[in-house]
Each structure stands twice: as structure tokens, then as C-alpha cells.
């Protein structure tokens, strides 16, 4: 009788946890070092619950546009499912937009991902891949018109900290990228965690995603000026 209930108990638990999700960052050289490591430093800190895998069009090591390298444990025809992408952005954005295979893959993994995520210039990766086409979604704003140069079929947000629409979510520059990880965390696990994660990071949330006080740079490093917000 004892055993009975030492093997129920266990099957309940297992009953209650939670699926275990694999989380892939996507990397490509010259990718912008915090829009890769911000969000996976909240990520990681979710629990055994969520696992976190590196890809790249070929496995290796990768370097990001400040210099560090971080090793792709993957590559494109070995990667294990993804119930989560994230895909940063960077100066190797604009070699990207010309890489079919990339877009192909994230064509393939994001038609199964639970949330598809871009940080900074990476959502312009993905509206050349046609997978904004018909929703809402941002970018870096001192880039802004180069997300919106590959896609004229998207709802740009110029005044945006992050976007979430259906299972993507895109974020503004670099930095946004947390808040926008931490908003899918509250998504997925939890306001509580989320604000958990943020605590023990001493990170300050921004949890108001129309809340963007970097839009009056729209467009800077293209030679625009400040724009309506969309």
C-alpha cells in the first residue's frame, strides 16, 4: 500500500510539472552580443523547466559584433525541435538578409514554435523571411527603416519597446530584448516568475511595451529624422 502511494505521488507530480521547453538562439558572426545573452540570462534563469540550445548555419564558434565568441551547439540539420527561438540582431544583420537557408530554417521551425522572438534588427531577418507578413511588430528604432525595407506587408510599430502578436514577439534595440524575455516568461510561467528573475537580476522591468523612450532616434544612423508613432 505504501508503494502504491510513493508510485501515485510520483505520478502526479509528473502530471503537474510542466512540459519541458527548448528554448534555440539563433546566431550568425557579428551579432549583437546583449541581444543574445540578455534574453537568455532571464531564460536560464526560468528552471529545469526550460533548456537553452545555440544554432548556427554551421556548429562552431561565432563571433558577435563586440568581439566575444559563443559556441552554436547546432546546425541547421541536427537542431533538436524548438518550442522557443530567439533571433538577436547586429552589423551581421544586413549579410543575413541575403542568407536563404537561414530564412528557410526559420520558416520550418517558427510554422511549430510556440513563441518566436527577434531582438533589435533581427525582426528585419524575419520579414525577409515572410514571417511578419500581416502582423504588428518593431525593431531598433536608430535602424528602423531597415526592418521596414524588407517588408511593406508588416505593421511596423515605430513606438514600441516590444510587440507580441500570435506567437511572435519582436523588441526595440538591444536592451529591449529583456523586457520583452521577461514578458514572454510572464507569458509562459508566470507574472510571478518573471518579476522573480528580475529581482534576483537586480534588473529594472520595464513592463509598459508602449513605452519607448528611444523612438525620437528614429531612424539616426540612417541620416532620418523623428517620426509619428505607428
Given at each position: 500500500?505504501?508503494?502504491?502511494?510513493?508510485?501515485?505521488?510520483?505520478?502526479?507530480?509528473?502530471?503537474?510539472?510542466?512540459?519541458?521547453?527548448?528554448?534555440?538562439?539563433?546566431?550568425?558572426?557579428?551579432?549583437?552580443?546583449?541581444?543574445?545573452?540578455?534574453?537568455?540570462?532571464?531564460?536560464?534563469?526560468?528552471?529545469?523547466?526550460?533548456?537553452?540550445?545555440?544554432?548556427?548555419?554551421?556548429?562552431?564558434?561565432?563571433?558577435?559584433?563586440?568581439?566575444?565568441?559563443?559556441?552554436?551547439?547546432?546546425?541547421?540539420?541536427?537542431?533538436?525541435?524548438?518550442?522557443?527561438?530567439?533571433?538577436?540582431?547586429?552589423?551581421?544583420?544586413?549579410?543575413?538578409?541575403?542568407?536563404?537557408?537561414?530564412?528557410?530554417?526559420?520558416?520550418?521551425?517558427?510554422?511549430?514554435?510556440?513563441?518566436?522572438?527577434?531582438?533589435?534588427?533581427g525582426s528585419a531577418i524575419l520579414a525577409k523571411?515572410?514571417?511578419?507578413?500581416?502582423?504588428?511588430?518593431?525593431?531598433?528604432?536608430?535602424?528602423?527603416?531597415?526592418?521596414?525595407?524588407?517588408?511593406?506587408?508588416?505593421?511596423?510599430?515605430?513606438?514600441a519597446r516590444w510587440v507580441e502578436d500570435g506567437?511572435?514577439?519582436?523588441?526595440?534595440?538591444?536592451?529591449?530584448?529583456?523586457?520583452?524575455?521577461?514578458?514572454?516568461?510572464?507569458?509562459?510561467?508566470?507574472?510571478?516568475?518573471?518579476?522573480?528573475?528580475?529581482?534576483?537580476?537586480?534588473?529594472?522591468?520595464?513592463?509598459d511595451a508602449t513605452r519607448d523612450p528611444f523612438?525620437?532616434?528614429?531612424?539616426?544612423?540612417?541620416?532620418?529624422?523623428?517620426?509619428?508613432?505607428?
Amino acid at each position: 500500500r505504501v508503494r502504491h502511494a510513493r508510485l501515485r505521488l510520483g505520478v502526479d507530480r509528473m502530471t503537474d510539472a510542466q512540459p519541458t521547453r527548448t528554448l534555440g538562439a539563433i546566431l550568425y558572426e557579428r551579432f549583437e552580443l546583449l541581444d543574445a545573452c540578455g534574453p537568455l540570462e532571464m531564460f536560464g534563469s526560468v528552471g529545469p523547466e526550460l533548456r537553452i540550445v545555440t544554432v548556427a548555419e554551421k556548429a562552431g564558434s561565432i563571433t558577435s559584433v563586440q568581439g566575444p565568441k559563443t559556441v552554436a551547439d547546432h546546425d541547421f540539420a541536427n537542431c533538436p525541435k524548438l518550442d522557443l527561438i530567439l533571433l538577436p540582431g547586429g552589423f551581421g544583420t544586413v549579410e543575413q538578409l541575403g542568407n536563404a537557408a537561414l530564412h528557410a530554417f526559420l520558416r520550418d521551425r517558427a510554422s511549430t514554435a510556440e513563441v518566436t522572438m527577434s531582438v533589435c534588427s533581427g525582426s528585419a531577418i524575419l520579414a525577409k523571411a515572410g514571417l511578419l507578413d500581416g502582423r504588428r511588430a518593431t525593431s531598433n528604432k536608430q535602424w528602423f527603416d531597415l526592418a521596414r525595407m524588407q517588408s511593406a506587408n508588416v505593421d511596423w510599430v515605430t513606438e514600441a519597446r516590444w510587440v507580441e502578436d500570435g506567437t511572435f514577439a519582436t523588441s526595440s534595440g538591444v536592451s529591449a530584448g529583456i523586457d520583452m524575455a521577461l514578458a514572454v516568461i510572464a507569458r509562459l510561467y508566470g507574472r510571478a516568475k518573471a518579476q522573480e528573475i528580475a529581482e534576483a537580476t537586480e534588473y529594472e522591468w520595464h513592463t509598459d511595451a508602449t513605452r519607448d523612450p528611444f523612438v525620437k532616434f528614429l531612424n539616426k544612423a540612417m541620416g532620418g529624422g523623428a517620426g509619428s508613432g505607428a
